[in-house]
């Protein structure tokens, strides 16, 4: 069973942030940049939230703010549920199905090591099922 360790060390473990002074467009325009859906919020290199576009959706256009004048602050979780890089992925999906997110930071030794998506775990169970598959093909066919 892989861990958080071995999906960061597949994907790169850039760590894509914003200050919460910061206004949702900046922070808007920076996941279509980086082609991500989240964003760590961070103070001096702390973790105090995350800001995704779901986020953006629901706390800023469905409430007809202007996300040029609102700040990252305003909209972000707080609350952040985090993993380390010794995690299984499997324990991963589950929390990410509890609390109904997609980004999970990692966390070691209080440092930010990285950023999971939900997207990140689900390509490494399907290639790790597809690399069994192929090894039981293989097996089954004779070959070493």
């Excluded at 900046?26 to 989240?38: H, L, Q």
């Excluded at 890089?85 to 440092?111: F, Y």
Aim: aromatic share 4%.
């Amino acid at each position: 069973m892989k861990n958080v360790h071995d999906v960061l060390k597949r994907k790169g473990d850039d760590i894509w942030s914003i200050r919460p002074v910061d206004t949702v467009f900046d922070a808007i325009s920076m996941m279509a940049d980086r082609e991500v859906g989240a964003l760590l919020v961070m103070i001096d290199g702390q973790l105090v939230g995350i800001i995704s576009e779901r986020d953006y959706a629901r706390k800023v256009i469905l409430q007809d703010k202007n996300s040029k004048q609102t700040r990252v602050s305003e909209i972000m979780t707080r609350n952040v549920i985090t993993v380390t890089s010794e995690d299984h992925i499997e324990d991963c999906v589950v929390l990410m199905k509890q609390h109904h997110i997609r980004h999970l930071p990692v966390i070691d030794a209080g440092i930010v090591a990285g950023v999971v998506s939900l997207r990140d775990l689900f390509t490494t169970i399907i290639d790790e099922q597809a690399f069994t598959i192929e090894q039981l093909e293989h097996y089954i066919r004779g070959e070493a």
